[in-house]
């Protein structure tokens, strides 16, 4: 059985791809994006535990 473990990331609008290409590098994936009621946006990512 697979273990995840994972993050919870700030985006910043003018650098969303950077990010999460830097991120998705490391061997993170997207799992969801959520816009908080204050309008910032965060990443929900997970990667298999090693």
Known sequence: MTKWEYATVP????ATQQILNNWGDDGWELVQTVVMPDGNLVAYLKRPKE
């Open 11 to 14: 985006l910043i609008v003018h």
